[in-house]
């Protein structure tokens, strides 16, 4: 698939440097380098000041350790280090205070206004911070958890268990028609607006492959048959801890059927249809999401 149309979140440009990420000295100087990036986070939010994202170069680490902040290492931007710190221990007054922000603000309130990459690095940075917090106590045993790799692993204080970030992938789907005139699947999701269509999504089930993903929530939601199923693109989706993986699928007949609970219609769309919604409300899909790059590499295809 064309990538061309730039997914936000996705193709981070950072070198992660994971053959470095176990060597205590060479982070300790990454930490103390004068090019060092810090972004700071406080419960999942980017911090800013006078409307840009903030990032800490001359702030003194210590503090920020102080401040129940460990460090976690992102990777290399060129020469310079980039690590996070999570100022979530702190009150929102407190951390704005500490890294002289005025704003807390969601990462997805942002997009519009940054760059493809720098999307990606502030997803990276707001994912790892969150399973730090999550991941206090070792699900095996209980005890406490501490950080290892530079932010990367976390080990338990009693038992041998080390514990790694979990990404949970999700698939999503444009379902095209079996036959002419070409059309694509959307559905109005329970809670959605009158006129509010997406596609059709669902995480990954243990013990099942990502295409049996896609037929088993296409069946389960739309009621409709795909047989053949084709890999698209993806995107990193760290909210907070997803993988987008998108698909075209072939419905076997158009019949279709709503289960009423997720989902409260489902409707096969024409290419005009859409250009013609696209053209009344400005874009299809959530701007920032897979969604609008699955259905507008669609709409390119010729009828
Ligand atoms: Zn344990």
Known sequence: MDKCRTLPYSGGRLDRAVGHRRDLGWLGDQLASPSRRMIPLWRDRCLLHDREVLSLRNRDVLSLRDADGEPVFLGLDGDAPVFAVDLSALTEADALA??????????????????????????????????????????????PTRPSDGGHVRLCTACPRQHFPRIEPAVITLVEAPDDPARCLLARHAGAG?????????????????EDAV??????????????????????????????????????????????????????????ELRERRRARGHLGNLDSIDNLLIESWLDLED
């Open 98 to 143: 500490m890294t002289a922000a005025d704003a807390a603000v969601d990462l997805r309130q942002l997009v519009g206004r940054l760059a493809g990459a720098e999307a990606a690095v502030l997803g990276y940075a707001r994912g790892l911070c969150h399973w730090h917090r999550s991941q206090r106590y070792c699900g095996a045993c209980g005890a």
């Open 215 to 272: 037929r088993r929530e296409v069946a389960e939601e739309a009621g409709a048959i795909v047989d053949e199923v084709t890999y698209q693109v993806s995107q990193a989706w760290p909210f907070p801890a997803g993988l987008m993986v998108g698909f075209r699928g072939r419905a076997a007949s158009d019949s279709t059927h709503v289960d009423g609970v997720e989902l409260i219609e489902v409707r096969w769309f024409t290419r005009a």
């Open 194 to 210: 009158p006129d509010s269509y997406a596609l059709l999504a669902g995480f990954v089930e243990v013990g099942e492959d990502l």
